[in-house]
Every structure is written in C-alpha cells, then in structure tokens.
C-alpha cells in the first residue's frame, strides 16, 4: 500500500477506483472517467491533489536564492500572492521539475512541487539553499483541493469565510491569497478557470464533503490528465525529465534570458541549446485517421526523421485522438504516427487544443 492523502477514505467511501500514483493511493475515477472530464469543461469538479508537495522557503536571501534555483525570474513577483511557473534545472539544463512559485512576503516563498518527484526535489533544494541560508520547511500537514471549471468559484465561495470570500472571488489569475487558515489561489491545471485551496489536513473532509453537497463533482486522476493534456499542459516524467531541457518541452517561455547577468541553475547549457538550429520541436498533434495516439508511439516526418509522442491520448471535448509530441526540427505541418505498425495521418497544430470549455483548433 502507497501513502494516502486525508481524503482517502472520503474516496473509498464513494466506490472510487483507487490506483498507484508516485507512490501514493489515488483516484482513478469514481465511475466515468468521461463524466468527470465534461464536469469540468461545464460546470465544476473536484481534485485531491493532497500528494502534491508544499514547501515554504524563509531567510532573507530567499529571493536571491529562488534567482538562482528557477530558469523564471522571480524578480517578477512584487505583489503579495502573485505566483510564477517555471522549472528547476541541472547543470546540463534537464528539467530536475516544473513548480509554481508563490510570493508571500520579502521573506517568505512558497513552492508546490510535484509528488513523484518530492524526495529528489527536496534534497536538491536544501543543497542549493545552504549558501543562501534559506530555511526548507515542508508543510506536510496541509491538505490540497483543486475546484476547477467555469463555476468553480462560485460553488467553491461558501467554504471560505465571509469575511475573505469577496477577496478570493476578486483574485485575479496566477495569484493566491490567504484566508484565515487557508490559502486560495487561482491556478489549476485543467485549463479552466478555479481555485487550489491549502488547508489543514484535519479541515479537507468537511471541505470536500461541503463542496460535494454543493454540486461539485469528483474527478479522478484520468480527467486530471485527459484535461491537461487537452489544455497541453507539460507532465513531468513524459513531456520532460532531467534529460530534456524546457526549450525543447515547450517551456521556453518560462525561462527569463534577461537580465542577461542573472546566473541560474543551468544557464550555460540552456544559452548553447538556443543557439542549435538543430533542437527539436515540441508540438500538438491532432489525429486526421482512426485509432488512438498514445505515449511513446513513433512519429516519422517523411524526408527529415523521427519524433516520438510524449502525451497522447483521446480528447473527450474534441472527439478526436491528440498527441504532444517532440520531434527533428525543420519546417513542416504534418505527419505519420506508428499505431501497431500501420503509419497514420497527423496534422501539426497550435496548442492548447482546448482552453476555457473552447476547442482552440480547427478540425
């Protein structure tokens, strides 16, 4: 048996398919994967996501030290609550994992990182934090809720206070705030408008129970990552790991060149990735044949060479089978994919292929 969030047996109770995730004992689905999925897309649902690391960083260099830690500038953080996405690299420019970075006060960064990666994320941090002298603290008493949908936050308002529901309401997008013993932010990872709350692991039963009664549905991890990839959101462990850097992950726009004399973590290898004509693209993929485009299936781009798929899967919003891929550099908007030996049909397109409940690509 893995670790269990303090909402497991919230899960149990409701006949949820419970499987291994990074360790830990997760929702699968509580019935139809698909529900779940247009749950989201219409109105709202509801995401453990209690395995997800929470670290606060505290010192006075900290801000100093998370410049040197992140390919993101965290310069960019003035406002209290503002957050940051971005990624912590190697020395050769792998991605070690991609985070989201809050500003709490000159002092104080909190960092949510990934579960899978929690024991290296951690021993790398505290490595780096020592010349910084920033003090690592994981808050593993705090339990994690995502709300996430075009209603999200209206149906989630009543389980915040009245006196800080007005604030968490107003908040805008990429920002955080707390609210007595929570902490509200606007962020997810569905492509859809909600909130994550943080709370104290005692409080996350009630709180997902209110939010149950409420008209919030519960999704598993199969509508987590049917939505991501829909929205193209990067999973760590297929779309990059410590051998792929972000510039060919579709990352780039998470890495702050200037100013130019900023030294982080990874610099020097990612400054003669950008300069290789050669790096790979980092691309959607939408499925012009039948079948179903899955992880690791061989792409060929006829006359340039070989890519594989690092996503894929079938979009339940579509009703067509997408694919991110990483493929040779060059100039072309189409393409093969190896399903049981049998070459299909792709076409190259903008991602995300779905944001806010609209396909954003055309079919």
């Not at 934090?129 to 936050?153: H, K, S, T, Y």
């Not at 909130?195 to 005692?202: D, G, K, N, R, V």
């Not at 899955?294 to 089978?321: A, C, K, L, W, Y």
Request: aromatic content about 8%; overall charge negative.
């Amino acid at each position: 048996m893995g670790s269990k969030t303090p909402l497991y047996d919230k899960h149990v109770e409701v006949g949820a398919r419970i499987v291994d995730f990074g360790g830990w004992d997760m929702p699968l689905h509580y019935g139809s994967q698909k529900e779940e999925h247009h749950a989201v897309r219409t109105n709202a649902g509801l995401f453990d996501v209690s395995h997800m690391t929470i670290v606060d960083l505290k010192g006075e260099r900290v801000r100093d030290f998370l410049r040197y830690l992140v390919a993101n500038d965290v310069a960019k953080l003035q406002d209290a609550g503002k957050a940051l996405y971005t990624s912590m690299l190697n020395e050769d420019g792998g991605v070690i994992d991609d985070l989201i970075i809050y500003f709490m006060t000159e002092s104080w960064f909190r960092l949510v990182v990934n579960a899978a990666t929690r024991d290296k994320d951690l021993a790398w941090i505290r490595k780096q934090a020592e010349a910084f002298d920033v003090a690592v603290n994981e808050r593993a008493e705090l339990a994690m809720i995502a709300v996430q949908g075009p209603n999200a936050r209206e149906l989630a308002a009543p389980c915040i206070d009245g006196e800080w529901r007005e604030q968490a309401l107003n908040l805008k997008l990429f920002t955080g705030m707390e609210a007595g013993d929570l902490f509200v932010a606007r962020t997810g990872y569905t492509g859809e408008d909600g909130w994550e709350i943080l709370m104290p692991a005692a409080r996350a039963p009630s709180i997902w129970d209110r939010l149950l009664a409420g008209g919030v549905v519960p999704c598993g991890l199969g509508a987590r990552d049917t939505l991501r990839l829909e929205a193209a959101m990067n999973l760590y462990g297929s779309d990059m790991d410590e051998t792929i850097s972000p510039l060919e992950a579709g990352l780039a726009w998470t890495v702050a060149w200037e100013p130019a004399d900023r030294d982080f973590i990874g610099r020097k290898s990612l400054e003669a990735m950008r300069a290789n004509p050669d790096r790979r693209r980092f691309v959607g993929l939408l499925l012009e044949d039948k079948g179903v485009l899955r992880n690791h299936q061989r792409v060929v781009v006829d006359g340039v060479g070989e890519g594989e798929i690092t996503s894929g899967g079938f979009s339940p919003t579509i009703g067509r089978s997408i694919a991110l891929a990483r493929l040779p550099a060059g100039d072309y908007d189409s393409a093969h994919v190896d399903v049981r030996g049998k070459l299909l049909n792709v076409r190259i397109v903008k991602t995300p292929f779905v944001r806010n409940g609209q396909v954003r690509i055309e079919l």
